[in-house]
């Protein structure tokens, strides 16, 4: 499968749609909840909470803390908490506010953690988290089998010019884990 990756043109920390409804968050109970969005999409964006694992930060509290740093909601399509369980939380047709430069043409998935018990970055992804991230991924490269799956830290700036992102240039460490692995685990035919 060719994978299509397009520089964003602009940053596009893009105003939220006057019609967003952020009643709360919803969660998943089946495949059949995740729709393919409206928009071109060309990124699946893995996240974390960057909170620690031994700390519970849920999606009340996500979107809480988005709204203090100016956006109206969560700026993340869907959260998945350490138990696993999916919540959908910024509808998939409007533009995301989780990395900037790239929310036009992505979703946006974060998890729960990413820090262990002494705040250093980690893979803390549960089991659980796990298994739902990989179904959250097929899922949504079965409605967009064009979409490419990166980590938050993959689209830091290219600072050498070289046209590859080394961890060395690495804005922050986000999502703490390889998420490029899984445009390996899942083949999507046409």
């Known amino acids: 499968m060719t994978q299509i990756y397009m520089q964003p043109s602009m940053v596009d920390k893009l105003a939220p749609h006057p019609l967003e409804d952020y009643s709360g968050p919803r969660p998943v109970t089946g495949a059949e909840e995740i729709r393919r ?22 999606p009340e509290q996500l979107i809480r803390d988005h709204v203090r740093r100016g956006f109206r909601g969560c700026g993340y399509h869907y959260y998945i908490t350490k138990d696993g369980m999916i919540y959908a939380m910024r509808p998939v047709d409007l533009v995301g ?27 803390t992804r549960t089991p659980m988290q796990r298994q739902s991230l990989s179904q959250l ?3 949504l490269l079965e409605l967009h089998p064009n979409a490419y799956v990166v980590g938050h830290r993959d689209l830091s700036r290219d600072r050498n010019g070289d046209g590859v992102i080394t961890p060395d240039e690495w804005i922050k460490l986000c999502p703490c884990f390889d998420a490029k692995l899984y445009n390996r685990e899942w083949v999507v035919a046409p």
């Open 97 to 123: 506010a989780h990395v900037q430069g790239h929310n036009r043409h992505s979703i946006g998935i974060c998890y729960e953690g990413g820090l262990d018990h002494k705040y250093m970055p980690a893979d």
């Open 137 to 139: 991924i097929h899922r």
């Open 37 to 58: 969005s409206r928009r071109a999409i060309h990124l699946l964006v893995i996240h974390c909470s960057a909170t620690r694992n031994c700390d519970d930060y849920t």
